[in-house]
């Protein structure tokens, strides 16, 4: 069974930095598509980073390209979210996903497995 629990959130003035791990466990790690997504109350869920892990490649959206950073431990099954510069609209639960590499990034995900999530609030 696929299990994925996100950790590192929490609560930072603006412009501050804090840093996501996903412990991921029950799945063959190299040829796995594994990313986050984030939900404000009221918005829809949003695709923010997304890394294959056979190969390192990775992807981005645009309102978080220069800022976050995805980066994956390979040896401990372990996804990272590495966000800089964090602004309010940031604010969000955020989620780690995990699904068969298909190309699609998070049209993969989507359709994949999920942690529970953790919160990170930025205040102005």
């Known amino acids: 069974e696929v299990q994925l629990v996100e950790s590192g959130g929490g609560s930072v003035q603006a412009g501050g930095s804090l840093r996501l791990s996903c412990a991921a466990s029950?799945?063959?790690?190299?040829?796995?598509?594994i990313g986050w997504f984030r939900q404000a109350p009221g918005k829809e869920r949003e695709g923010v980073a997304a890394?294959?892990?056979?190969?390192?490649?990775?992807y981005y959206a645009d309102s978080v390209k220069d800022r976050f950073t995805i980066s994956q431990d390979n040896a401990k099954n372990t996804l990272y979210l590495q966000m800089n510069s964090l602004k309010p609209e940031d604010t969000a639960m955020y989620y780690c996903?995990?699904?068969?590499?298909?190309?699609?990034?998070?049209?993969?995900?989507?359709?994949?497995?999920w942690g529970q999530g953790t919160q990170v609030t930025v205040s102005s």
């Open positions: 890394i294959f892990t056979g190969g390192g490649s990775t």
């Open positions: 029950g799945y063959t790690y190299s040829s796995y598509c």
């Open positions: 996903a995990a699904a068969p590499y298909g190309g699609s990034w998070f049209a993969d995900l989507l359709l994949g497995y």
